[in-house]
């Protein structure tokens, strides 16, 4: 099993950034729709039309998200799991991403994705409003 970690500063309050996350209009705005996502804990989200789908574990508003995850093109014994992290820091929003047990033989592959398709996509999103 791997771990990802990655960082992104974004231009944004962790307000906004926290919309990003959890919000079905802001996530369909980004490309992570069609979404179904909620801020709260225990409920069942999916993102891509259920191509990526999970559990909100713990929720923390506007500072942290964690969730299991499972994606419905792999044969997982178990889901992965997901934290967010917001701080704000001298007007942007450090979101520090820590993604673990990940599959080895599906760990480059969702490290590229969140750079392309989730997270990369959600800074310029929200840097362009």
């Known amino acids: 099993m791997k771990i990802i970690k990655q960082t992104y500063i974004i231009k944004a309050p962790p ?16 490309g992570g ?15 891509w039309g259920g191509e ?6 713990e929720v923390v508003p506007n500072k942290k998200l964690v969730q299991d995850w499972w994606d419905s093109g792999s ?5 992965s ?22 599959p080895d033989e599906n760990a480059k592959a969702i490290d590229d994705g969140w750079k392309q398709f989730y997270l990369g996509p959600l800074k310029d999103y929200l840097e362009s409003r």
């Open 15 to 30: 307000e906004e950034v926290w919309k990003a996350l959890v919000e079905v209009s802001y996530i369909n705005g980004w």
């Open 33 to 47: 729709g069609p979404a179904k996502m909620s801020d709260k804990a225990g409920i069942k989200f999916s993102l």
């Open 52 to 57: 990526i789908f999970g559990e909100n574990k």
């Open 75 to 79: 044969k997982w014994d178990k889901p």
């Open 81 to 102: 799991k997901v934290t967010f992290t917001l701080r704000a820091e001298n007007g942007v929003t450090r979101l520090e991403l820590l993604h673990t047990d990940v």
